[in-house]
């Protein structure tokens, strides 16, 4: 049973529109949550994260907000660029980040068209 | 950030082999982990592995398969042991972040097993 799931495969935007990737966990013990950015033949790129006792963290074009009463968490790409294009994938913790199990859905795949 | 590198970054192999995976870090770090992902899977996590104690694997995988040995604290390996067509994979090594909560990615290795 899949605890952390990116219900959308792929996602196509055009360039300096917003982008939205969603999230959706059902363990209610992750207190941590991470986007990586993972490009072809690369590993996965740490991008953003947040910690359940925020709903919002923000960095430049990528804000990340938390929904934990709905066990929801999105990404906002503020404009979208064509270099975000990548596979974009969400994980979750039970006890920090580095700490130890990272729990990462299966990816949506950002195509963002100029 | 940590700077990961691994070798190889491909290997085809035959089944009944064993490959030998190697994980560089430009730094010394505690924790370092060993994940898979499957064609069209998420990632998993194989193992853990710190310095000086003995990898502590999660569940579905085991020692005498994934052996990983851990003897400094900038490089792992992992041995995919007796292959099979089903260990086809991309496998990941990661280290704990600098700044505690996140974790940063190798290349990956992709493996064929023929």
């Known amino acids: 049973d899949q605890q952390v799931k990116q219900n959308s495969p792929s996602l196509s935007v055009q360039e300096g529109r917003i982008s939205i990737l969603n999230c959706d966990y059902t363990?209610?013990?992750?207190?941590?949550f991470l986007w990586y950015k993972k490009y072809p033949a690369e590993g996965p790129t740490f991008l953003i994260s947040?910690?359940?006792?925020?709903d919002k963290n923000e960095d430049g074009r990528f804000t990340v907000f938390l929904n934990k009463s709905a066990k929801h968490l999105s990404l906002h790409i503020v404009p979208s660029q064509p270099g975000d294009s990548a596979v974009y994938f969400c994980a979750a913790s039970a006890n920090g980040g580095s700490q130890g199990n990272l729990i990462f859905g299966k990816g949506t795949k950002l195509s963002v068209k100029p | 950030s940590a700077v990961i590198s691994q070798k190889p970054s491909r290997d085809i192999c035959q089944r009944g082999t064993s490959l030998t995976i190697q994980c560089q870090v430009d730094?010394?770090?505690?924790?370092m982990f060993w994940y898979r992902q499957q064609p069209g899977q998420s990632l998993t996590l194989i193992a853990t592995?710190?310095?000086?104690?003995?990898?502590?694997?999660e569940s579905g995988f085991v020692i005498d398969k994934f052996p990983i040995s851990r003897p400094n604290l900038t490089f792992s390996t992992l041995t995919v042991s007796n292959m099979s067509p089903e260990d086809s994979s991309i496998y990941l090594c990661s280290a704990d972040g600098l700044a505690g909560n996140e974790q940063y990615f190798g290349p990956g290795t992709r493996l064929t097993v023929t």
């Open positions: 363990n209610s013990m992750f207190d941590y």
């Open positions: 592995a710190n310095q000086g104690s003995e990898a502590t694997y």
């Open positions: 730094s010394q770090v505690t924790m």
């Open positions: 947040i910690s359940s006792i925020k």
